[in-house]
């Protein structure tokens, strides 16, 4: 399995702008499709966007689509989620996660196998 940290969460108002990493190790980080995931108190884990991995393939939910822009940069080991006009719906512990597997950027949890510990986003209104 690859391990996965993720960095760059914090508080800001809403409209504002974050850029959450993921700096992967331990595997050969583009043999991995990538996802981002989160979790808001009370509520089950949901998808936020994915990645193949050439970067080819993009799938983002659609409460994001137009604000939220994923990428990754296989040389470093990382992948990026860049979060704009963030509102306070968008608060919640985000996660990346790696899945097996060169295509298919899926929305599913269950087809990662590797997550990293979160970063907390808080957007204030």
């Known amino acids: 399995q690859v391990q996965l940290v993720e960095s760059g969460g914090g508080l800001v108002q809403a409209g504002g702008s974050l850029r959450l990493s993921c700096a992967a190790s331990?595997?050969?980080?583009?043999?991995?499709?990538m996802g981002w995931f989160r979790q808001a108190p009370g509520k089950e884990r949901e998808f936020v966007a994915a990645?193949?991995?050439?970067?080819?393939?993009?799938h983002y939910t659609d409460s994001v689509k137009g604000r939220f822009a994923i990428s990754r940069e296989n040389a470093m080991n990382t992948v990026y989620l860049q979060m704009n006009s963030l509102q306070p719906e968008d608060t919640a512990v985000y996660y990346c996660?790696?899945?097996?597997?060169?295509?298919?950027?899926?929305?599913?949890?269950?087809?990662?196998?590797?997550w990293g510990q979160g970063t907390q986003v808080t957007v204030s209104s």
């Open positions: 996660a790696a899945k097996g597997g060169l295509n298919n950027p899926s929305s599913i949890p269950r087809e990662y196998n590797s």
């Open positions: 331990g595997r050969t980080f583009s043999n991995y499709v």
């Open positions: 990645i193949s991995w050439k970067g080819s393939q993009k």
